[in-house]
Nanobody, 119 residues
Framework: VQLQQWGPGLLKPSQTLSLTCAVY??????????WSWIRQPPGKELEWMGA???????YYSPSLKSRTSISRDTSKKQFTLQLTSVTPEDTAVYYC????????????WGQGTQVTVSS
């Protein structure tokens, strides 16, 4: 399995961040995997943002729920993160990752995308 992600690296405040992760080597509907988005701000720990399960059900971090949306295209084996109303505090390296059963056990990661929010 390989995850490849892409999206813009520079945004202005109030814009919407959109990142897509493509999964190679298997469907994204296979049990019991969850497909997650995780970020790491500079100098801080990894922060789980949300996930979409094999079933299509979505889960979000309470602190980001109002601004976050995760969707998928099963035919393309892709899942997408949207984060609205970004601020400089959203500057981070963003990762997609596969999680076993939603347990926080990530076995495959995307390469990471540096996202900077600046006016």
């Amino acid at each position: 399995v390989q995850l490849q992600q892409w999206g813009p690296g520079l945004l202005k405040p109030s814009q919407t961040l959109s990142l897509t992760c493509a999964v190679y080597g298997g469907p994204i509907t296979i049990m019991p995997y969850y497909w997650s988005w995780i970020r790491q701000p500079p100098g801080k720990e990894l922060e789980w943002m949300g996930a979409i399960a094999y079933s299509g059900r979505t889960y979000y971090s309470p602190s980001l729920k109002s601004r976050t949306s995760i969707s998928r295209d099963t035919s393309k084996k892709q899942f997408t993160l949207q984060l609205t109303s970004v601020t400089p505090e959203d500057t981070a390296v963003y990762y997609c990752a596969r999680d076993y059963a939603g347990w926080g056990e990530y076995d495959y990661w995307g390469q990471g995308t540096q996202v900077t929010v600046s006016s």
